[in-house]
């Protein structure tokens, strides 16, 4: 079920509201089944059979978290335990994710002739089995206790609003929300908001933005500005869908009396590409820092070369998590070497404010890399921005979906940028505020219904991760 | 943000919400119908060897998400909000789900869907097969291709669609004039006599006014005229010889209702009554099991449907549907005050709703198909049965689609 649907807004999501502050209002137990069932009829509606291996995944993770927890002062036989759930978790994930990938791939480069095998992607795999995996180790480093109820673990990996798109939400952070959250009308109510503000970004800026990117990399041809029309539209798309999708759950989940951690922090005023991903994906920055990165060593008190190591597995694998194609794996790569080049010179603290063009220059085309469906496709239409296809500065289409975007350009821009703080900060509390704030929040809504209700263009990019 | 401002917010927030969950789940029809889905339909529609576990859920799921989506908007507020957007916002192009809906504002303002590509050339062949048949019967055949909304000589499209609507009829023209078929090319007769494209068209919908199809059946009548032994009588081809009822801002066509009243704004559409003297009967033959619509009496009495035209809620119907009542599958109407002995069998789309009175007033007994729609035995069968002097064949290019291959069914 997707957040932005009639089906959401109208059916699902106030049934579950009314129920669980009627019916199940006076039991804690009462509450966490409602929502555990409610999640897994969420994940259900997109894809019935696929909710047999979330709960597979999830029971398998319950075992090894009582496992791991019984054993945990037997050093040597906890870790075994944890190498033993890794395997499984992760052999799993590679048959979902990566077998078809890599069996193509072992084919075309050894030619060949294994059988590719028909494998369809489960929608939030990658989401929902980091948080499996995240369980099992907070678990074993006492981070949070183990839940003996299957139940809670089940509440816990399957939460619908952050089920299928993030944010990757660490047990060690919901571990004590899950029997003693307390839900208030102040929280309920600036879940609200930040759900309108959420499906605002999706529904207006992403989807819109959308249709100028795909028809950019769908383009046979393309001019020097529509290249990069293209180019910024799905920079602010990706942006705008995936933090419009995080602020949703963010929302969804005060709504119920969870708190989770914030997922981005205005990425692309950063002026490094490290400071670029301390900003965007948060959460996923922060499991492959405390889950690869710090147990491989991290930056302290190892050697330059080791340090090169640690970088390059964590930024390979950040590739690889993004998806199954080569466009992917160079993706992160990129960052490897960039973040790299960053930690070992600290080149980039010497360039000033040119630092966010370095940043936002790498950033775009690394979106190019990201959003092309090969890395000759991507190569191409690199060469078309820079004018090195021997393509034309302008044409009619760029002026097109230039004139038809200027709004949701510019609205990108500005909400890129932490235009909503400066303004909540300096007129926040001020009368024509408290007149003005809930107009704007319910046109916002309403607006974003009728694009949903209109049946517009609406992709979820971060569906496939 | 203070919580109170957010609280308010919250409830607005709730309140909408509300009134698009009660607008669902007030529908009379939505319990009723998902209730029964839900219970009996699936076994009701889906045969026994094909039914499935999954089959089962994907048609539960589909039928709450149709369900709700079909009635949470019942009054349009949130197609017309949408709309104002866009039109404030300057687009040119408003996307839907299904991207052959996606709706075109050509630069002079009309509104259009564009045409995909597509392989006319069996079509034509088909019309020339039923040319054939007709010719061995000792019947004449007249194919007439209607223009379309976006011209071939200026079309005013955004540079980003390519529309193929005049392409693929150029292309069944040229095919049908290697089989030597007889038709008129009405984009051609109108460019001639220098008409306003657009202006023959309305600003919301593809089909062309009333005004445009009396025009036209002067210009088929006059063939009909020259070559085909009917009577050509100018009285009935001079528009001051009618009533024009003009019905001001109540039509909102095809493409305007899935943008809104407010983006393309409303059309106005003229009823056009004889002043002399007519007479007809008038049948739709089955128009459900056991059921004739059959209506006698003159011109405005029988060929009008005027539970068509809705003042109030331009959503509700299609006033251009008020012409013959719409797409039926079989249309018969006979001229009881007319000289002519003429028997014509018109195979026809919904071009044709606009076009079938006049086209009446100018032969004894006009029988109308529209193939998408009728089910009653082949058309050489009906051919066989009816005997008419001229089988006449009018589509206008839209029907050259995949989608509408059932209107080439000509064998």
């Known amino acids: 079920m997707l957040f932005a649907s009639e089906v959401f807004i109208f059916a699902f999501l106030p049934a579950i509201i009314l129920l669980y502050y009627t019916l199940c209002r006076r039991s804690r137990t009462a509450q966490n089944v409602l929502l555990t069932i409610a999640s897994l009829f969420f994940y259900a509606w997109g894809e019935p059979k696929f909710v047999l291996i979330m709960l597979a995944v999830i029971t398998a993770n319950y075992l090894f978290a009582l496992w791991i927890d019984r054993i945990r002062e037997n050093r040597r036989y906890a870790q075994t335990v944890i190498g033993l759930m890794l395997a499984v978790n992760l052999t799993v994930f590679f048959i979902f994710k990566y077998l078809v990938f890599t069996v193509s791939n072992i084919n075309s480069i050894f030619g060949a002739d294994i059988g590719v095998p028909d494998i369809a992607l489960p929608i939030g795999i990658s989401f929902f089995m980091f948080q499996a995996i995240s369980y099992v180790i907070d678990v074993y480093r006492q981070k949070g206790c183990v839940q003996k109820n299957l139940l809670n673990v089940m509440l816990y990996i399957s939460f619908f609003p952050q089920l299928i798109a993030g944010p990757i939400v660490r047990y060690e952070t919901i571990a004590d929300q899950i ?105 996923l920055g922060s499991w492959f820092r405390d889950y690869v990165y710090f147990p491989l060593g991290g930056s302290r008190n190892v050697t330059k070369g080791r340090l090169v190591l640690n970088l390059f597995a964590v930024w390979f694998l950040t590739g690889l998590w993004h998806g199954a194609n080569w466009t992917f794996i160079v993706w992160g790569l990129m960052y490897f070497a960039l973040i790299t080049l960053e930690k070992l010179t600290g080149f980039s603290k010497k360039l000033g404010a040119f630092g966010h063009v370095y940043t936002l220059l790498f950033v775009v085309l690394g979106w190019v890399l990201f959003r092309a469906d090969s890395i000759s496709h991507a190569a191409g239409y690199m060469a078309g921005m820079f004018g090195l296809a ?60 009728s694009f949903i209700i209109k049946g517009s263009y609406n992709p979820f990019i971060y569906f496939n991760f | 943000m203070n919580t109170k401002v957010q609280k308010i917010t919250a409830l607005l927030m709730f309140v909408v919400i509300a009134l698009g969950s009660i607008g669902f789940l007030s529908y009379s029809g939505f319990l009723k119908h998902v209730g029964w889905s839900l219970l009996k339909g699936y076994e009701a529609t889906v045969p026994e060897d094909e039914r499935s576990y999954a089959g089962r859920i994907e048609y539960y799921k589909s039928t709450i998400t149709s369900s709700i989506s079909d009635t949470v908007d019942k009054n349009h507020f949130y197609i017309n909000v949408n709309g104002l957007m866009q039109r404030l916002l300057g687009a040119n192009l ?30 034509a062949d088909r019309i020339a097969g039923l040319r054939d048949y007709t010719e061995e019967k000792g019947i004449d055949f007249l194919y007439v291709q209607t223009p379309y909304k976006i011209c071939s000589y200026e079309s005013f499209l955004p540079p980003v669609v390519d529309d193929y609507s005049n392409a693929n009829t150029d292309e069944l023209l040229s095919r049908l004039n290697e089989h030597e078929v007889e038709y008129i090319d009405l984009r051609q007769e109108f460019h001639d006599r220098g008409a306003d494209h657009y202006a023959l068209y309305f600003r919301t919908d593809h089909h062309w006014k009333p005004e445009t199809a009396f025009a036209a059946c002067d210009i088929v009548m006059q063939r009909l005229s020259e070559n085909y032994g009917f009577q050509y009588i100018e009285d009935h081809h001079r528009i001051e010889n009618y009533n024009v009822e003009v019905y001001e801002n109540i039509f909102l066509g095809s493409q305007g209702n899935r943008v809104g009243r407010f983006y393309g704004g409303l059309d106005n559409i003229s009823i056009i009554t004889p002043r002399f003297d007519t007479d007809f009967y008038f049948c739709v033959p089955e128009y459900t099991p056991g059921f004739d619509i059959v209506r006698n009496g003159s011109f405005a009495d029988t060929m009008f449907d005027y539970t068509h035209i809705n003042t109030e809620d331009p959503f509700a119907d299609s006033p251009y549907a008020a012409y013959i009542g719409g797409n039926y599958a079989l249309n018969i109407i006979v001229n009881n005050n007319t000289e002519s002995d003429k028997k014509i069998l018109f195979i026809r789309d919904s071009y044709s709703c606009v076009f079938t009175p006049f086209l009446a007033l100018n032969c004894k007994e006009l029988h109308a198909i529209d193939l998408r729609n009728y089910s009653g035995g082949t058309i050489r069968e009906y051919i066989d049965e009816f005997s008419p002097d001229l089988v006449l064949m009018m589509y206008n290019p839209g029907a050259l689609a995949e989608e509408n291959l059932s209107m080439f069914e000509l064998d």
């Open chain 2, 94 to 123: 408003v996307y839907d789900a299904d991207s052959d809906s996606n709706v075109i504002k050509l630069d002079n303002g009309w509104l259009a869907f564009s045409i995909a590509e597509f392989d006319a050339l069996p079509c």
């Open chain 1, 179 to 283: 029997h003693n959250r307390k839900e208030s009308l102040e929280d309920f109510a600036d879940g609200c908001c930040r759900f309108i503000v959420g499906l605002g970004k999706k529904t207006l800026l992403a989807n819109t933005l959308a249709l100028a990117a795909d028809a950019a990399f769908a383009a046979e041809e393309r001019s020097v500005v529509f290249a990069w029309t293209g180019a910024l539209a799905y920079s602010f798309q990706i942006y705008f869908d995936f933090s419009g999708y995080s602020d949703m759950a963010l929302g969804l989940g005060k709504m119920f009396g969870f708190h989770f951690l914030e997922n981005f922090d205005y990425p692309y005023i950063s002026r490094s590409i490290s400071e670029f991903w301390r900003r965007w994906h948060i959460s």
């Open chain 1, 390 to 449: 021997g393509n034309r500065f302008f044409d009619a289409t760029a002026g097109f979906y230039l004139n038809e975007n200027a709004f949701y350009l510019i609205a990108a821009v500005l909400f890129s940028i932490p235009t909503a703080r400066f303004v909540r900060e300096k007129f926040g509390n001020t009368k024509a505020a408290a007149v003005l704030y809930p107009i704007a929040l319910t046109l916002l809504f309403i607006l974003s219904v």
